[in-house]
């Protein structure tokens, strides 16, 4: 499925089967998840990004061919694809941060992606799971689980104990909630919509908020009267971000992960009082892949919410036009 244009439909073409390149892959896909950054791509929010393009970046599949040099892993291995790659001898991914690199190539993004039968990647890029995940499930934990632990851990450097306040309970908020309860912390899950409130409590969040004018003082009475160590805004619009700066306690950390174009307004008086961190946390590294991965084989967290929807690839349009409308957290994709 391509993209030749933003805002334009994506739109079915017969392409002929890649062939790897040296230190490349050919991976069969099996099923790849729909998120908001597809969105966020067909809406032209990704300047850079190539046209046509085929999206998809949150997939798995089976090993189906090998170029030159790959020797280490047989056809018909199954498995999971870290959507980052950089270029030899990249200096951010030698420094395990490859997301952060200028040089990042983006798997659905700035080369072609898996909305489709096939997917090239490097051989850097293909994850071995431990044990066996159905393909759906693996799929989504490439992204969808990947993403909030990236930012908890890596970025927020979340430890046991302390409470986050997570904004917007979608495809990565409501996991950010069963990873917060695994770590050993408390989750206060905030949204507009109570279905989503509601799964927040199934997926172990102490505290589920209606977002309205009382969401900060609701907040603080959880918390003692101080906020939350920890603010995750995965919410979509400029009075997420600046609710989510309020909702901070002393020494608070903010995470943005959500992507909204439009600038928000920071007291600076509160981020210097308080001390505050605002963080931004782009993606994820594989590592974040592989730990959430052990954290589904262990039985920590759930995926089943993320795969309740199974669609044909010929309907990816169908799957981002009911992301657009509120109507799946997720929908996974299979050729
Ligand atoms: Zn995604």
Redesign the pocket.
Known sequence: MELSAHGAPLRAVARPVPEPGPGEVRVRVQACGV?G?DVFLQDGGFASSPLPIVPG??AAGVVDALGDGVDDLPVGTAVALYYISTPPGDAWAAAGVPNRSPAVRRMGVDVDGAFAEYVLRPRASVIVPPAHLPAPELAVIT?AVATPLHALRRIARLVAGETVAIIGIGGLGSNAVQLTRAYGATAIAISRSQPKLDLALQLGAEHALRSDDDTVANVRALTGGLGADIVLQCADSVAAYEMAISLAGPGGRIVLVGSSAESFRVPPMQMIWSELSLLGSRGFVQADIEEAIQLRLDGRIAVDHLVETIRPLEQAQNALDDLRAGLALRTVLVP
């Open positions: 998120c950054s970046h949150e992204d």
